[in-house]
């Protein structure tokens, strides 16, 4: 018999209110968990001893919460709705417009559901076998299909307008698990034959931006709010602390707590009058909240801490020799089909396997196609090693990458170019903070306050602040920079 199993909760999106994750959270702190783990697929887990098992799932059913146990029959929905506004704003798609989309999902997908936005490049965009992705049409989506167990991708014909997304992402489910259709034209035939939907034909290709992993930690503003992420090196967050974040959301009326892909945390809409009770949380459950960028771009397998081990002994390397791993995300695989997310994957594979127990153990590593994490073919860097010889193979590829990254030219690219003599008269003053020395221009405006190019400072409001320090606008200097 097993002493723990592990029971998993969906958060569809990676969305979930502060009252229900308390629910939860109570009711797995009654059952002896003490600490609990977010999944690549942004959803819940949970590990508990079978003695309290059958305890726990009672208590749950009371409360019309629906899980699983040691099983993947019904996966998380994720979506991209963590990083809206905080990483990108300003496109049709907004929080609500998800909320449009979710809600018309009144059964339990059987395949992996994607929603994204085609703007951004926190969360991926194919891994799931139904992948919605924003177009530039506002309103309707990109359908991605890729078969279970296959790294075979077609467009669907048409864009798909939001209010019918559910519709169709249950109608091609049922297409393809009831009736079997996998290939392209006979799943779209046998879909389209049943029902109709509000479409448009696809008239151009997707276009996604470049993979850059933003900052998901600490304190950060967006607005006349902040937003707070929360990652562990362990993936593992004390219920206890969990807790106190729920109370606390609900003291200051947050009504949402988003999961990441990254098995993080964020919460959004932070008032600044509440930023030293969130501190206090902080500091009362002793949470680090900036750690090295390159210990933020891995993902790991769910249901095991081998891969976690596995990133913390090559995270180690990587700190004493202070690696560069901007634009890259990292994978770890311990398992055979297992789904993991990274522009570089490092495969653990058995030497010598006699029956089901698996020995000797060794480690290939592989990149993705322009190492673009969103791409499904890879290349083979180095294979066989030895668990020693890992950081260093993986510590030359991303040397290799950042080398591959510099231009051809360099030596013209940064040539001195022949410049006109300036004119005095013409250089226009900006306004400077005395205290962190960040630049207003007129020119750029101030995307983090949502303020256009073009507006003058005398026209920003009087409660205009330092995006950087916080300083009031009074307390900003016209300067005149010199190049």
């Known amino acids: 018999m097993r002493d723990y199993y592990t029971l998993k909760v969906n958060l569809p999106a990676g969305i979930v209110s502060p009252r229900t994750l308390q629910t939860i959270l109570r009711l797995a702190y009654d059952a002896q968990v003490r600490t609990v783990q977010f999944g690549a697929r942004q959803q819940l887990l949970l590990t508990v001893h079978y003695e309290v098992l059958r305890f726990l799932e009672k208590d749950l059913q009371q409360h019309d919460i629906t899980y699983e146990v040691n099983s993947e029959e019904y996966p998380n929905l994720i979506s991209s709705y963590c990083g809206e506004a905080v990483f990108q704003a300003g496109g049709w798609l907004s929080e609500s417009e998800y909320h449009t989309v979710l809600d018309q999902f009144e059964y339990r997908p059987r395949l992996k559901v994607n929603l994204a936005d085609a703007r951004q490049s926190f969360t991926p965009f194919f891994t799931g076998n139904l992948n919605f992705i924003s177009s530039p049409d506002p309103h309707f989506w990109y359908l991605y299909v890729r078969p279970k167990q296959s790294n075979t991708l077609f467009c669907w014909p048409e864009l798909v307008y939001t209010n019918d997304v559910g519709r169709l992402a249950q109608a091609v489910e049922a297409a393809m698990l009831t009736d079997e259709h996998t290939d392209e034209a006979t799943l779209y035939r046998t879909v389209t034959a049943r029902q109709s939907f509000i479409s448009q034909p696809v008239t151009q290709e997707l276009v996604l931006p470049e993979f850059s992993l933003p900052y998901y930690e600490g304190f950060n503003r967006y607005g ?17 602390f969990l807790l106190d974040i729920c109370a606390l959301c609900l003291k200051t009326r947050i009504g949402e707590l988003c999961t990441t892909p990254w098995k993080s945390l964020i919460i959004k809409g932070i008032e600044e009058k509440d930023r030293a009770d969130w501190s206090y949380v902080l500091g009362k459950h002793n949470i680090n909240v900036r750690h090295a960028a390159n210990g933020l771009a891995w993902q790991t397998e769910d249901y095991t801490d081998e891969g976690t081990r596995l990133k913390n002994y090559v995270l180690h390397y990587f700190e004493k020799h202070d690696t560069r791993t901007f634009g890259l995300c990292f994978g770890i695989q311990t398992r055979p089909k297992s789904e993991v ?12 396997r006699i029956g089901q127990l698996a020995l000797f153990s060794v480690y290939d590593v592989y990149y993705t196609e322009q190492f673009n994490p969103n791409s499904r073919v890879y290349h083979r860097f180095e294979s066989g090693l030895l668990k020693l010889h890992l950081p260093n193979q993986i510590n030359r590829l991303c040397r290799q990458f950042n080398t591959n990254r510099l231009p051809a030219d360099r030596d013209a690219q940064y040539a001195e170019p022949d410049l006109p ?44 602040a330092c995006p950087t320090c916080d300083a009031p606008k009074s307390a900003m200097q016209a300067v005149v920079l010199v190049a």
Not at 224 to 240: K, N, V
Not at 435 to 460: K, S
């Open 224 to 240: 006349q709010r902040s937003w707070l992420g929360l990652y562990r090196r362990d993936e593992q967050f004390s219920i206890a």
């Open 341 to 352: 997310f990274g522009s570089v994957l490092i495969r653990r594979r058995p030497l010598l």
């Open 421 to 464: 003599e300036p004119v005095a008269d013409a250089v226009e003053p900006v306004h400077q903070c005395p205290h962190c020395l960040t630049v207003y221009d007129a020119a750029y405006g101030d995307g983090l306050n949502d303020i256009p190019p073009g507006t003058a400072f005398a026209d920003l409001p009087d409660t205009y």
